[in-house]
């Protein structure tokens, strides 16, 4: 592949006047790149991305397995079994230590890939003009002489010279270290200004914070600013969970019970008088199977299912601890338009000065439908020019794009904002030409839309007719930049803009200033007082249709959604009462009222606000703070560039992926690619799941351990010989539960998850549910294998016999409880194994090692066993099957009790 030789090939970009930057790259800022143009320059520069990390080598993976304390202890029981001349024995447990760790490096690879596929699907997207037209492209497809598109929000993906801007500011914190975002211009700056002083740069790793440009790309990869900064782009590792914290405490607190364990067995074998290497080995293998090995490599699939769960279902997770935090999660703050809506809008309602109505028809995006005036099915007026002038603004101050149908599109769709491209499609039902409109009034100065005044404003120069500024934005900021002399007017209009409201229509208000300049230092002040109102327009998103009953499984689980919108409370209270969010008692606040609020009063008033209307992205932050005052948990939506203190804030930051900004995204946990508020009420589903999964793996683990740990004290305390050589409790530890645990994390939904109470934060691993089954399994499993062994020897039959049929028991006793343990309350008898096609076949595994250990002669030396008839399997089978039958017995009384109930 080519390269440029050297970056001093290039010119001094930011000293560059903007004309001589496009002949440099022979551009037409109309049109942009051609194809063939884009294909030249990927093969001269190749993607635009930084030097990835080397995958690690599965060799390298493989001995990382070895590190831990566990196989540290195994290595020196295998020693010690060598110096003892128990060759066998150490060639057992070297080959177990070998068989786990290359089980755990294969599935941590697989986990890694899941993770890859995962930051693909959350790629960054930048906008671009190529071939005359607007098209959205991965950054890393982007190559120098592009012209990147940009507005509040968007992240930067490579270095760029402006040739375009309104009202532009661009956080360059992560860059320079500045920690204000700096205004851009146009204007090139002398070759020896400073990388901060570059004011008609944009650089790769920045973001927009406001305002609007068009710039060309002049750097990517790594010849970008941040890619010569390599200690800037270095990814740094994810900090540990949570849970993964808690079950490292959880390890730790076994090892040490473990070596409690071994000075105890070793004091017991002594006070025996059995031989001391015998002790040592059996005192090692009991203390290694206290320790459960198998539960860092179950989290990590368990974490890695469920990510993959949660993105087949279109939410991608951007951190880990998002995965367990969503099984607590008790809030969901959730933005209304597209979310819970279809955010597919459509102007249905006109309001003129003079109290004159309209209604407006047609259906989607398509430009068609007919405008009749009040109740009336007469056709209106539209060349009227109070009707001309509300469809002229609606157009002009308008930064979306109407899109007809093409290859890519089966029917008309919108570009942009969707509540802009409803507006279009309403200024096209008025008969007018949208681009000949913009051909012939060309705009000449702006205010970007702004979240915080909810306005926008536009200048347009027109043929014969003088310059004028259009604006718009929320009835409420428009009214107050209208001329105080119609107070009647605007009275009215207050009241028309609330009759619109509560009906779940989104209102905006125009308004239009003759012949004035726009002035960016004074913003919408130099407007106040001297704008006449247009009109109103009143737009419908629907409800989604899968939202009301999502809310009804919320409310289920015990979480409860808000509503926060940027619409008017009584727009907001309306479609909130219609999802099921807002109750009887429930209340909306806005901005203005929330604003007057002390911090305790909101705290205090939080149980009964169901809906908080026209804030503003600063008091999104406020909201979830004061939930968390509450000790609640929560998921908060966002898609703009403000938004993003709130996302980092909240427990679980929620970034739209379709109308998100990048700066949203990054600061987010989650992103959902479809926009949909069911979509957020899957994802804490999934998280449930994987929860709940991870605590079958502790059920199973720690009851089938304790139950191993009993038989051998019991017979030691009781004059017994021991009951299992040190090899087979080893078999049992790793090879027994290791061939279905990793398949328990696997379980698909109980059903039910939906149906319990979020997970307490602070729950402990092994709570007092799971320590009641404990109580149950671990008695019933040693009292049987225990039971069979004494039973045995008290018929004289041979040791050697005894303790393999012993041997036989507890594994099968392991086979049954894995059952037990897919669910607390459901019956193992039903079809639950089908269900996991993994646990089918880890179980299947896990039966035909056994046989072979029992039947292999070769085996048969290395793990002390003799075959046991055919028939004498079915006894041992239906007494291992206790097991089963006592625990079914328990989830029957819990049915009972909950159909009582």
Known sequence: MAHRKTADADPVWHALPADDLLRHFGLDPERGLDASAVCRAEALHGPNALH?????????????????????????????????????????????VLVNALIGSVQEGRAERSMAALRRL??????????????????????????????????????????????????????????????????????????????????????????????????????????????????????????????????????????????????LGLWRELPLSEVLMVAISQMVSMVPEGLPVAMTIALAVGMQRMADRGAIIRRLSAVETLGSTTIICSDKTGTLTRNEMMAVALWLPGGRRFAVGGVGYLPVGEITEGTGTGAADIAEPAMRELCLAAALCNDAQLLPPGDERAGWSVLGDPTEGALLVLAGKAGLALETLRRDAPREAELPFDSDTKLMATRHRQDGAPRRVWIKGAPEAVLRLCAADGTACLQAAREAAEAMATQALRVLAFA??????????????????????????????????????????????????????????????????????????????????????????????????????????????????????????????????????ALARADVGVAMGITGTEVAKSAAKIVITDDNFATIVSAVEQGRVVYGN????????????????????????????????????????????????????????????????????DEPLLGRELLMRVALMTPVITAVTVGWFAWRLSLG??????????????????????????????????????????????????????????????????????????????????????????????????????RKA
């Open 122 to 267: 959350a790629a960054l997207r930048v906008r671009v003009q190529r071939n005359g037209g607007e098209r959205s492209v991965e950054a890393r497809e982007l190559v120098p002489g592009d012209i990147m598109l940009l507005s509040a929000g968007d992240a930067v993906a490579a270095d760029a010279r402006l040739i375009e801007e309104a009202q532009l500011r661009v956080a360059e914190a992560a860059l320079t270290g500045e920690s204000v975002p700096v205004s851009k211009t146009v204007r090139a700056v002398p070759e020896a200004t400073g990388l901060a002083d570059r004011q008609c740069m944009v650089y790769s790793g920045t973001h927009v914070t406001a305002g609007r440009a068009r710039a060309v790309v002049t750097a990517t990869g790594s010849r970008t600013e941040v890619g010569r900064i390599a200690g800037l782009t270095e990814r740094a590792n994810e900090p540990k969970t949570p849970l993964e914290l808690r079950l490292e405490q959880f390890g730790r607190a076994l090892v040490a019970a473990a070596l409690g364990l071994f000075v105890l067995v070793v004091m």
């Open 694 to 761: 991870l605590k079958k793996v502790i059920l199973y683990l720690f009851a089938t351990s304790m139950a191993a740990l009993l038989v051998l004290l019991i017979a030691l305390l009781t004059g017994y010989p021991l009951p299992l050589a040190a090899v087979q409790i080893l078999w049992i530890n790793i090879v027994t539960e290791g061939t279905v645990t990793v398949n328990l994390v696997m379980e698909p939904p109980d059903g039910d998850e939906m149906q319990r109470s979020p997970v307490p934060r």
């Open 512 to 645: 239009t200033v003759d012949d004035d300049a726009l002035d960016a230092a004074a913003g919408f002040d130099a407007l106040a007082g001297r704008a006449r109102l247009l009109g109103l327009v009143g737009q419908i998103d629907p409800p989604r249709e899968e939202v009301k009953p999502s809310v009804a499984d919320c409310r289920a689980a015990g979480i409860r959604p808000i509503m926060v919108t940027g619409d008017h409370k009584l727009t907001g209270l309306a479609i909130a009462r219609e999802l099921g969010i807002a109750r009887s008692g429930d209340r909306a606040v806005d901005g203005h009222e929330l604003e007057r609020m002390g911090e305790a009063d909101l705290r205090d008033a939080l149980p009964s606000m169901a809906v908080f209307a026209r804030v503003q992205p600063a008091q999104k932050l406020r909201i979830v703070e004061a939930l968390q005052a509450r000790g609640e948990v929560v998921a908060m939506t966002g898609d703009g560039v403000n938004d993003a203190p």
């Open 52 to 96: 990835e990390a080397p995958t690690k080598p599965l060799w390298r993976t493989f001995l990382r397995q070895l590190t831990s304390p566990l196989i540290y202890i195994l290595f020196v029981a295998a020693v010690l079994a060598m110096a003892l001349g128990h060759h066998g024995d150490a060639g057992v447990i070297l080959a177990v």
């Open 797 to 898: 039959a041979p040791e050697e016999l005894v303790r393999t049929e012993t041997f036989t028991v507890l594994a099968m006793c392991c086979w049954f409880n894995v059952l037990n343990c897919q669910s607390a309350s459901a019956s193992a008898l039903s079809t639950r194994l089908l269900r996991n096609r993994w646990l089918a076949l880890g179980l299947s595994l896990s039966i035909a090692l056994q046989a072979a250990v029992l039947f292999v002669p070769a085996l048969n030396t290395l793990f002390h066993t003799v075959p046991l008839p055919l028939e004498s399997l079915l006894p041992l089978l239906a007494l291992a099957s206790v097991v089963l039958w006592t625990e079914e017995a328990r989830k029957l009384w819990v049915r009972t009790a909950r």
